[in-house]
């Protein structure tokens, strides 16, 4: 795996963070589903039209602010145009706290998402933050928002990711919700009542179409693993494919490019193998779409890792 992906992080590497960034905090008064709503933006400063926000979202009632400061990140985010923005989501107290009532975001916390990009855009003078496309990273409760926020708005979502996360609100989604690339992770080592509820939410949707990679990551527990990793080369494919060249501060909508299943390969988990799409039969079981060849290798080598290395 890290032959395959190395080169590419090594590449945004390059690009400098030595130009001055800027980090504005804000927040959100606690609503239905949630008791604490706070954010933290990160952009560098020569940063001129934003494009487009990473998100991301830590597990259970964490406090995701700081992951602004990673600078794979950050390095991926001055080499497109991005800004990042950590979370930080908390339940009130209720019966269960290890159900994350704050990830069901209809319900108020994926509107206190929405609300903080327009409050920060205007404090910061970039309107665009208000309809820039998002891309959703998280682990565990920060998969599960990631998902019940891509069923929700999908017309404001690239890509998102689900990561090892065990409470989801949302079985069957809309076919908006079918057409956002999505990429799933489960780990072997996890608990498998955590493995199984993913991979169930992934197949019901993958069986009619959904556009969306699936990854036991060998040898993982309930960790971030090489997700990340993969998370950016997918991340820098939906760049490619589904955000249009330029915008501009007027816009004031997201205008997302048509993706097929058609443009993509083909992974078969069981076999172990992947293909161009017009190569695909029918098979009892699901399989993967995934959306370049490159990011196809770096998916196959993952999946036949060697825990022994």
């Not at 069923?151 to 404001?156: D, L, Q, S």
Request: proline share 3%.
């Amino acid at each position: 795996m890290k032959q395959v992906y190395i080169s590419f992080l090594l590449s945004i590497f390059m690009n400098s963070l030595s130009a001055q960034s800027v980090v504005l905090d804000d927040s959100i008064a606690s609503g239905k589903n949630f008791k604490k709503a706070c954010f933290r933006l990160w952009y560098q400063q020569v940063t001129g039209f934003i494009k487009g926000v990473i998100v991301l979202t830590p597990g259970s009632n964490s406090d995701g602010r700081n992951l602004v400061n990673d600078t794979c990140w950050q390095s991926f985010a001055i080499k497109n145009n991005l800004a990042l923005l950590g979370c930080y989501y908390t339940d009130s107290l209720h019966e269960n706290m290890a159900i994350e009532e704050y990830a069901n975001v209809k319900e108020g916390s994926g509107q206190a998402l929405l609300d903080v990009l327009q409050k920060i855009g205007t404090t910061a003078n970039h309107v665009e933050l208000s309809w820039a496309p998002l891309f959703l990273w998280g682990i565990s409760a920060g998969g599960e928002f990631n998902y019940e926020f891509a069923c929700w708005k999908p017309e404001r979502v690239a890509a998102f990711v689900v990561n090892k996360g065990g409470v989801y609100y949302t079985a069957l989604c809309s076919s908006e919700a079918r057409e956002v690339p999505g990429l799933f992770f489960t780990g072997e080592k996890d608990l498998e009542f955590r493995s199984k509820i993913v991979e169930g939410i992934y197949t019901i949707n993958r069986r009619f179409g959904a556009l969306w990679a699936y990854v036991q990551e060998p040898c993982t527990e309930h960790e971030v693993g090489q997700s990340q990793a993969l998370s950016v080369l997918f991340f820098s494919d939906m760049i490619r494919m589904r955000i249009p060249e330029r915008g501009t501060d007027n816009q004031q909508s997201v205008e997302f490019l048509n993706i097929k299943q058609e443009d993509g390969y083909i992974g078969d988990f069981k076999l172990k193998i992947y293909y161009p799409f017009e190569e695909f039969k029918e098979t009892s079981y699901p399989t993967a779409w995934l959306p370049s060849r490159f990011f196809a290798q770096a998916w196959l080598q993952l999946i036949k890792r060697d825990c022994s290395d």
